[in-house]
């Protein structure tokens, strides 16, 4: 039995930009320990507890506000929680920010001609056509964090490169021995 706390890891970034591929890869190394390790997405969590919910700006809040309440619950219960959600806004990040103890805000960040070619889920592409008109990056905003705990450039480092630096920052603060 792991002695750690939990806390939140808070991927923020453009659709794309590698928020669930970073948590994934994370949960893998915590669980692995022997650490309690929930991911909340955003995608699937409109799926369930945010089901009613739409794309507007008032819609995007209250869906980020439910996940800041589950990940306000389980972080302070000792699970690893590991958050990747959009999140375009940064008044909604403060407020994570302020009811979470121990939060950590990593900004990933990727050029949007690179997301563009990327394009994972297709997003980019159906919003260029016109099939969808709200898409964050592209249509909808997205407020870009002015001082996060960490910033990963998904352009230029690996997955390996930045799983590693969240890893040491991790270490760095104490909330890891891995
Ligand atoms: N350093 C990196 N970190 C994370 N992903 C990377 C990195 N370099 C390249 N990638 C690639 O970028 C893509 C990111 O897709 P991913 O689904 O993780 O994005 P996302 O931020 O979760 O998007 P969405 O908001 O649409 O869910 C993957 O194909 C991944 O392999
Ligand atoms: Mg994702």
Not at 28 to 36: A, L, P, Q, R, S
Not at 155 to 168: D, F, K, Q, Y
């Amino acid at each position: 039995m792991s002695s750690e706390k939990g806390f939140v890891l808070w991927f923020t970034g453009l659709p794309g930009a590698g928020k669930t591929t970073l948590a994934e890869r994370i949960k893998t190394i915590f669980t692995e320990k022997g650490m309690k390790v929930e991911i909340l997405d955003g995608d699937e969590i409109r799926k369930g507890l945010s089901r009613d919910l739409g794309f507007s700006k008032e819609d995007r809040e209250k869906h980020n506000e439910r996940v800041i309440f589950v990940a306000k619950l389980l972080s302070r219960n000792g699970v690893v929680t590991l958050v990747p959600l959009i999140s375009p806004y940064r008044e909604v990040r403060a407020e994570a920010r302020k009811e979470i103890s121990d939060f950590v805000e990593v900004y990933v960040r990727c050029p949007l001609d690179v997301l563009i070619k990327r394009d994972p889920k297709g997003l980019y592409k159906k919003a260029l056509a016109g099939e969808i008109n709200n898409l964050t990056g592209l249509q909808d905003p997205y407020e870009e964090p002015i001082s996060p705990e960490m910033i990963i450039d998904s352009n230029t480092e690996t997955v390996e490169e930045s799983v590693s630096s969240i890893m040491s920052y991790l270490k760095s603060r104490g909330l890891t021995n891995h």
